[in-house]
Nanobody, 125 residues
Framework: QVQLVESGGGLVQVGGSLRLSCAASGRNFLRDVMSWFRQAPGKEREFVAGIGWRTGNTKYSDSVKGRFTISRDSAKSSLYLQMDSLSVDDAAVYYC??????????????????WGQGTQVTVFS
């Protein structure tokens, strides 16, 4: 059974950095896509960044491009999101998500098959 467990969230000042991790287990992710989404209170869940597990091809939302970096460690079956130059608009619960058997990153949350429980990121000024 696939499990995704996020960690690394916390409280950070504007302009600071955080690194989120997602430990994945339960299948061979070689032909999959893994992505980060986020959801702020009162807002819809939105795509942040995604990566093809085998190809390493990445995609970012315009709001985080140049500030966030997604990466994966295949040996550890782990997904990461390095977040720099954080702003109050980045505050949200961040979710790791898996889309099986598809190697192109898609931004639609409804296309993803598995989700982690989320990790809270709070940014204060």
């Amino acid at each position: 059974q696939v499990q995704l467990v996020e960690s690394g969230g916390g409280l950070v000042q504007v302009g600071g950095s955080l690194r989120l991790s997602c430990a994945a287990s339960g299948r061979n992710f070689l032909r999959d896509v893994m992505s980060w989404f986020r959801q702020a209170p009162g807002k819809e869940r939105e795509f942040v960044a995604g990566i093809g597990w085998r190809t390493g091809n990445t995609k970012y939302s315009d709001s985080v491009k140049g500030r966030f970096t997604i990466s994966r460690d295949s040996a550890k079956s782990s997904l990461y999101l390095q977040m720099d130059s954080l702003s109050v608009d980045d505050a949200a619960v961040y979710y790791c998500a898996l889309r099986q058997n598809f190697e192109v990153v898609n931004t639609m949350s409804t296309l993803y098959d598995y989700w982690g429980q989320g990790t809270q990121v709070t940014v204060f000024s």
